[in-house]
């Protein structure tokens, strides 16, 4: 089963997901990742993940595991965790891929509490996001429609008002996800 790591962002309070590659897990397993080069190249290595912004500990340690290996898939993963994620986040957990929400819709609106816990969806950035796509896709269907010789003159009729309102009145992300233009097409985000 493939792992991830979940943190929560300081910068925003977003809901970041790391996935540690394999090979990487595997260098530290095995070591030798920098035998071709020449001495002292791990060092350099160590000074610059330090120089943008990774913790000293965290980067020696990093370094280390991939040179001398040594590591279980248990303690390569932590490692990585200090290494990438420590400096950039707090409540950071190691998890299932499928533990991660299938619905990715309103991914930059997802949260956790400070201490960690389960991922949910910020209806109040949640509803930002949902009429700005309203908006883009509306603005794209116009343009299309501005291009096509038969379409030019037959206006798109789009009541963004009532879209807004629609927007503010739903209680959860499926009754929000659910409101959109009829006459638009519908857009996927990823």
Not at 160 to 180: F, I
């Amino acid at each position: 089963m493939q792992k991830c790591i979940v943190y929560t962002r300081f910068e925003d309070g977003g809901v970041a997901i790391f996935h540690p590659t394999d090979d990487v897990i595997a260098w530290m397993g095995c070591g030798g990742y920098w035998n071709d080069f020449p001495r002292g190249y791990m060092d350099v290595q160590i000074e610059r993940m330090i120089g943008a912004g990774h913790l000293p500990d965290a980067s020696y340690r990093f370094a280390h595991a991939l040179q001398f290996g040594g590591r279980t898939m248990a303690e390569a993963l932590g490692i990585i965790r200090d290494r990438c994620c420590a400096h950039l986040g707090m409540a950071i957990e190691l998890w299932d891929l499928d533990e991660l929400p299938q619905d990715r819709w309103f991914r930059n609106a997802w949260r956790r509490s400070h201490n960690g816990g389960p991922i949910y969806v910020d209806l109040g950035r949640a509803r930002t996001i949902q009429f700005g796509l309203i908006k883009s896709a509306v603005d794209i269907e116009t343009m299309r429609r501005s291009a096509e010789m038969e379409l030019f003159d037959v206006p798109l009729q789009v009541d963004l008002l009532a879209l807004r309102e629609r927007v503010r009145a739903a209680r959860d992300e499926h009754q929000l996800r659910a409101v959109w233009p009829a006459c638009v097409r519908t857009v996927s985000q990823s």
